[in-house]
């Protein structure tokens, strides 16, 4: 499972990084990294990307995220979360009708700015938030640009509901699902919050951690490699002194009409040589492959 990107079932309770140093002790892997975290409380779909796939994190980053998160009404938690220190309070929710619920979801589609929560991992003066908020010290923070592109209740009961999110990168939906609470009236906290896709990759194709501990794959569906990694850039063929000048980190001149910024550059057999950014009909080599 080297040069690729897997598809983690996280589970309950663990952190991301430990599901990464277990799965690199597990399969051997010198070099690997995580594409975002998932918080101990959250499941769902982690990315981990190994060997020549981490060099191209950031062109899978960006992709959307999409969620399915337990709402809990009538209670406050002091991180958002069941983690906290959670309080009943008086705000009424018997009147909450399914009616009023989805008008205000649909409220929150599209651009908005959200203001991160103390307890993340956003730096301030070098040090993290949550460093901050364990020590009952609040700091000044930056709202942040984010996007809502889907929002659907799934499920209603009397004191939850079930919600199934698709944000940009950088949404807290812990913040989210107070921010929702708020417009309602009501206190909210999030019960718990599962992620279920990234980007085009789908909770089919996730792997749980026992399978890959165990030895115990029925397939390879979760693994991507670098070339599906990269599907969403266009592509572009170099010919082999084209290649060998990129190989060697030169900027070269070529006959690109109507392509601008980052490419896929390939060989003539087809093979990924890496990402190249073009500009005026340059190309300047900007993350290269490098199989042995």
Request: glycine fraction near 8%; charged fraction near 25%.
């Amino acid at each position: 499972m080297n040069d690729c990107l897997i598809l983690i079932d996280k589970p309950l309770n663990l952190t991301s990084n430990y599901v990464l140093q277990s799965m690199k002790k597990r399969l051997k892997i010198k070099k690997a990294g995580l594409v975002g975290i998932l918080d101990p409380l959250a499941t769902g779909m982690l990315l981990i990307v190994t060997g020549e796939a981490t060099k191209f994190s950031q062109y899978i980053e960006t992709m959307t995220k999409e969620y399915v998160v337990t709402i809990k009404f009538g209670y406050k938690s002091s991180t958002g979360d069941g983690e906290g220190i959670i309080t009943k309070d008086s705000t009424n929710i018997s009147n909450l009708t399914r009616n009023d619920i989805i008008k205000t979801l649909s409220s929150f589609l599209g651009q908005s700015y959200q203001l991160p929560p103390m307890h993340s991992s956003v730096k301030y003066n070098g040090k993290k938030l949550y460093q901050y908020a364990r020590d009952g010290i609040e700091v000044a923070r930056k709202k942040r640009k984010i996007a809502i592109s889907d929002i659907t209740l799934l499920k209603k009961n009397i004191e939850d509901i079930d919600i199934r999110v698709r944000c940009s990168k950088g949404t807290y939906i812990r913040t989210l699902v107070e921010d929702i609470g708020a417009r309602l009236g009501v206190s909210s906290y999030t019960r718990s919050i599962r992620r279920i896709g990234v980007g085009t990759y789908t909770e089919d194709r996730m792997v749980s951690c026992d399978q890959i501990l165990n030895g115990k794959l029925s397939s390879d569906k979760h693994i991507v490699d670098i070339s599906e990694m990269l599907s969403h850039i266009k592509p572009i063929t170099l010919g082999p002194d084209h290649e060998k000048l990129i190989k060697d980190g030169t900027v070269i001149d070529i006959e690109l009409p109507n392509t601008q910024g980052d490419v896929v550059m390939k060989n003539t057999d087809n093979k990924i040589i890496g990402i190249g950014n073009v500009a005026n009909n340059r190309i300047k080599p900007k993350r290269l492959i490098n199989f042995q």
